[in-house]
């Protein structure tokens, strides 16, 4: 790989200047189609995770958060989360 890349550096000190413009446009063209081909990769790797899997990282999230906010965090009351109490000023 490195032999690549100095092999390319040399080759290009032997174009003028004013054509490396032209170079690094088509690097750049080439890495926006691998990031690209990556992405495409990765979604299409993605797949769903079984309803146990879920609450097994539901779990493990709640016990992460409770251990980094304590045991003094306030809950909502039931009336906080109940229709009427997210409606009240729509009354």
Known sequence: MKETIENIVNKLYLLPQTRWHE????????T?????????DVSESVSEISDREFEALADRLTDEFSSSVGTNVPLLSDYAV??????EEHS
């Open 23 to 30: 170079v690094l446009d088509f690097v750049d063209f080439l």
């Open 82 to 87: 109940s229709r009427t109490g997210i409606y």
């Open 32 to 40: 926006w189609q691998e990031v690209r081909r990556n992405q495409a």
